[in-house]
C-alpha cells in the first residue's frame, strides 16, 4: 500500500500533526540556543520537545492505522510515555545542577564547564549575602540600620 491510498481527510490531517510537531521541536531548539543559563534553558527543553513528538507520534499513529487497516498501538505507548518521562527527566537535571550551585556557594570545589559561570557567581553572591545578613543584629525592619556609636559606650 502506498500513501496515495490514503484519503484526503487522513493525508491532510497526517501532514498537519507532522508539521505541527516539527514547527514546536524547532521552537524549542530555539529556545535552547537564546537562553543563557542552564536554568532558562530547561523550560524549552521540555514543554515544546515534548508536545511536538506528541504531535509528530499521533501523525504517525493515524498514518499506520489506515496504512494498515488496524489499529497501531506501538505509536500511542510511546506517545504516552514520552510526557511522563522528559518533565520528570528535567526537574531532576535541574535539581541536580541547584545541588551542585549550592555545594559550590558554600565551599565545596566541583569541575564545571565555562557556560554556568555566570550562575556559579550569583550563587556565591548570594551565599554571601545570606552569610552578612546572618551577622546582622536583629533589627525593627528589613531594611539595614546603621550602627549607632552611642550603644557601643555605657
Do not use: C
Not at 523550560?43 to 515544546?48: D, G
Amino acid at each position: 500500500m502506498t500513501g496515495a491510498d490514503l484519503p484526503l481527510w487522513a493525508a491532510a490531517l497526517v501532514v498537519a500533526l507532522a508539521l505541527l510537531g516539527g514547527m514546536l521541536v524547532v521552537i524549542g531548539s530555539f529556545g535552547m540556543l537564546r537562553l543563557r543559563s542552564f536554568y532558562e534553558r530547561a523550560h524549552p527543553a521540555t514543554i515544546a520537545p515534548t508536545m511536538g513528538a506528541s504531535s509528530i507520534l499521533l501523525a504517525s499513529l493515524v498514518y499506520f492505522s489506515l496504512v494498515e487497516g488496524r489499529f497501531m498501538p506501538k505509536a500511542l505507548l510511546v506517545m504516552v510515555f514520552i510526557p511522563l518521562v522528559n518533565p520528570v527527566t528535567a526537574m531532576l537535571l535541574a535539581r541536580a545542577a541547584l545541588s551542585r550551585d549550592r555545594s559550590l556557594a558554600f565551599g565545596a570545589r566541583v569541575q564545571v564547564g565555562d557556560a554556568d559561570i555566570e550562575q556559579q557567581r550569583k550563587a556565591r553572591e548570594l551565599a554571601e549575602a545570606m552569610e552578612e545578613a546572618a551577622r546582622r543584629p536583629p533589627g525593627r525592619g528589613s531594611a539595614a540600620r546603621p550602627p549607632d556609636p552611642s550603644e557601643d559606650t555605657p
